[in-house]
């Protein structure tokens, strides 16, 4: 993991980024990668949850009110960007100072079992939601998405840290059918030294950084692993190689959709 500084700054240098590529755009370019939503969509979605985190860290403990404006959009599929790119900002500001003035030890309420209940939970997951949302805008523009190697490995980790705990919570009969014998994945970054193993040959998902003949092995740069992973990239689209159980991997994909992985 990087430090807890690290995370609450890159929260808002991520938003940052991403108002620059909105910035001149059509809010109403969709965004392949998040069927249904355009740019605008996508934007408020962002500044919702940046919104919701912060209510989350400051709630002495409790349960933030669910924001349905976060998931259903409906309601802003023509949207001005003098009035949402501020907006966005200012969502991203807001969850980098509540962190920032509540600390990383306090114990808050998270929505997920298990683990740190602190803010530090809050600060990883919407530096990497913000991430990775900030790689649907660039792939719906059509120009580069590029992110700092060691935020990208801890894109991937936490992505595994999550699977974890949801694995056994979302569509159990189908992922119980996918572990066994040799039931492995390798993915290796070809331009840096991370390589991570997941391992479903027990009964619970187990990942770790590794260098192991697997069922399956998916070698690219990083950040093309990064959108595969999150199924942002299709195998087939992406600048990586793959070697032995293709199945496995589409299969495994299929079941691990970003947020029900």
Known sequence: ????????????????????????????????????????????????GHRWAAEAVRGNGTMPRTDRAMRELAD??????????PWLREGAHELGTALREIGP??????PI????????????????ETVVHRADAALALGVEFTVAHDLAVDSVDEWLDLAVVTWPRHDAERHRALHGPDRTLHFHATDTSAEWVVDLTGEEFVWRHAHEKSAVAVRGPL????LV????????????????DTEFLATWLDVSPFGQP
């Not at 802003?76 to 790119?85: G, H, L, N, R, T």
């Not at 199924?231 to 070697?243: E, L, N, P, T």
């Open 1 to 48: 993991m990087l430090d807890y500084a690290r995370y609450c700054g890159e929260i808002v240098e991520q938003t940052e980024l991403l108002v620059d590529s909105l910035t001149g755009q059509d809010m109403t370019t969709p965004v392949p990668s998040c069927p249904g939503w355009n740019l605008g969509q996508l934007a408020r979605h962002i500044g919702y």
């Open 76 to 85: 802003y599929v023509d949207e001005d960007p003098d009035e949402v790119i």
């Open 105 to 110: 030890n306090m114990r808050v309420w998270t």
């Open 113 to 128: 079992p298990g683990g740190k209940k602190t803010p530090e939970f809050f600060a990883r997951r919407f530096t990497h």
């Open 223 to 226: 950040t093309e692993l990064l």
């Open 229 to 244: 992973l999150y199924r942002r990239r299709a195998v087939d689209a992406a600048d990586v190689k793959v070697f032995g």
